[in-house]
Each structure stands twice: as structure tokens, then as C-alpha cells.
């Protein structure tokens, strides 16, 4: 398998899996889940060509249809399942999460949706793969063993900010009568702090959401000394002026932790898509000529 470049001052996290040629990465706290299968795909292992090489999962981007259906085919089959018993997200960076069926499997595949603007997918229904799609932006997982349901959510800058990880929690709640402290969870392969620069604009909403945060700076301050992330410091000052680096992960952990996931059953990537743009897509890396990733989770028929 590929070397990959991973967060410095980090204990390794994700571990990189491999079944029929396809290479994926998961998290040993999700797999330690009975009955939960999970992971994310990298780009090897399918068979497009060009800057989609070659497991790009996306219908949208220009590449061609029969090489992203036999990717999904490819990926599945890794994951001991079948297309038609996945499906999938229409993200355009709402907060906005549908609960979806056993009778839902193959949309967005082998079928129409018949839906959009959905950033976050939660079922209670076994054997049916949730899957969202990924460039740079933060896969979020969420597992209830206690109730039997399972959550995965898109979480650009604009779906952290106005914090779809809360909303997930909220909404599996709702739907499975799932407690905060029932949740397993993870924050998936996603950009890093070092490779993301965004403007003041965006700097202050995330200034402002922080601010929002009940006991956010107390949550912040503790995580270095505890042990559980080495940054207290969503943003951090840019190459230039008016420029700043943002911390998606830590953004994210700090909603997770505010919603009332314990520190100790939440998992967050040492791996960015950017520094590894070559294993992984990357939006930013790439300028946009690039395919989708994709994260998968399921319950286990």
C-alpha cells in the first residue's frame, strides 16, 4: 500500500485497508463496533482514467458513467455488500438529514434519488450502506450500538459552522431515542489546518459559532493536557494579512464534544486529502480537476 503523509504530533489513527484490489482507510474505534462496517475510499483500486484515476465515485464531474458504476460495483463488493443495497447523499452544504430505508437502496447509483439538498443520512434499517461523497470536506460518523442506528453526514466549512454535528446527534435522537453518550463517532479524512487558508469572512463565522459553543473555551484549553488533540486554536493567523488557517477537525471535535459525545468514544483523522493528493482527492490540491471520495457505513444484515 501507499505511504501516507500523516498529521505531525499525532498517534496514528486511521488504518488503511485493502480487499480485491480496492484500498480504503477505517478507524479501529468504529471497527471495533459489532456488526459495523465502515470506511472511506482512496483512489486506488477502480478503473478511471486521467485526473478521475481511478476510483473516482462521482456521476457528476465529466467522468464516464460505466467507470464510476463499476467503481461503486468494485467498492462494494470490498466491503461485502452490493450497489443496490446503498444510498446515497445529494450534498449542497445544507444541515439538512433524511432518514432513509431498506427500500432506499441503490439510489443515487442504479437509480434516481428522488431528493436534494441532503448532507446527512441516518437509518436504523441493517444491510443498508449510507454513503456521502468527499473532496477536502469533513466525513462525520456516528454509530448508536445501544439503539441499532447509525448516522453519516457532509460537513463542508458552511455545514461546520452551522453545526451539522449537532444536528445529527439532535436528529438521532429524534428518530431513535439515540443519547449522546450512546454514540460511537468519527471525524473523517478531510483537509488539515496547514493546507487550509480561508478569508476573514469566513475566519468570523467560525468566530462566531465559537462563541456560541457553551463552555467552548473551557472545552478548547483541556484537550492538549487530556491528551485528545494537540491544537486548543480553531484559527490561526495566515500567510498574509486577512488570511487565516482553519482547523475543520477541531471545529468539528469541539461541536461533537459540545453535543455531549464523551472525548473518549470520538475518533479524528491524522490524515488530510490535500497532503495526500496523490492517494486521496483533493479539491484545493488539484484546483477542481479531480473525482469524488466517498464514506460508507452500514450495519452488518
Not at 462525520?140 to 444536528?167: K, N, P
Request: with cysteine; aromatic share 8%; glycine share 10%.
Amino acid at each position: 500500500m501507499e505511504e501516507i503523509i500523516r498529521a505531525a504530533g499525532r498517534e496514528p489513527v486511521i488504518r488503511q485497508e485493502e480487499a480485491g484490489g480496492v484500498e480504503y482507510l477505517t478507524f479501529p474505534m468504529l471497527s471495533a463496533r459489532q456488526g459495523i462496517i465502515h470506511g472511506f475510499s482512496t483512489r486506488k483500486g477502480g478503473v478511471s482514467r486521467d485526473m478521475y484515476a481511478s476510483m473516482n465515485l462521482s456521476f457528476t464531474r465529466g467522468d464516464e458513467e460505466q467507470n464510476v458504476r463499476e467503481n461503486f460495483r468494485r467498492m462494494a463488493a470490498a466491503l461485502g455488500t452490493d450497489v443496490h443495497h446503498m444510498v446515497c447523499s445529494f450534498q449542497t452544504h445544507t444541515t439538512n438529514i433524511r432518514r432513509v430505508y431498506g427500500a432506499d437502496g441503490g439510489r443515487g447509483i442504479v437509480r434516481e434519488r428522488g431528493y436534494t439538498d441532503v448532507d446527512g443520512l441516518v437509518t436504523d434499517d441493517r444491510g443498508l450502506c449510507l454513503v456521502c461523497f468527499f473532496a477536502d470536506c469533513v466525513p462525520l460518523y456516528f454509530v448508536d450500538s445501544e439503539h441499532g442506528a447509525i448516522g453519516l453526514a457532509h460537513s463542508g466549512w458552511r455545514g461546520t459552522v452551522a453545526g451539522m454535528g449537532r444536528h445529527m446527534v439532535e436528529r438521532m435522537g429524534q428518530e431513535f431515542g439515540t443519547r449522546p453518550w450512546d454514540l460511537t463517532a468519527a471525524v473523517g479524512p478531510s483537509i488539515c489546518m496547514d493546507c487550509y487558508e480561508v478569508s476573514e469572512e469566513v475566519a468570523e463565522q467560525f468566530r462566531q459559532m465559537e462563541a456560541s459553543v457553551l463552555d467552548s473555551r473551557k472545552i478548547l484549553e483541556e484537550l492538549p493536557a487530556r491528551g485528545i488533540y494537540p491544537r486548543r486554536q480553531i484559527l490561526s493567523p495566515g500567510k498574509e494579512a486577512g488570511k487565516y488557517q482553519l482547523d475543520l477537525w477541531l471545529a468539528n471535535l469541539l461541536i461533537l464534544l459540545a453535543a455531549g459525545i464523551p472525548a473518549s468514544r470520538i475518533q479524528v483523522t491524522d490524515v488530510c486529502t490535500c497532503c495526500n493528493s496523490g492517494y486521496l482527492f483533493s479539491h484545493r490540491a488539484t484546483q477542481g480537476k479531480r473525482g469524488n471520495l466517498a464514506a460508507f457505513l452500514m450495519m452488518r444484515d
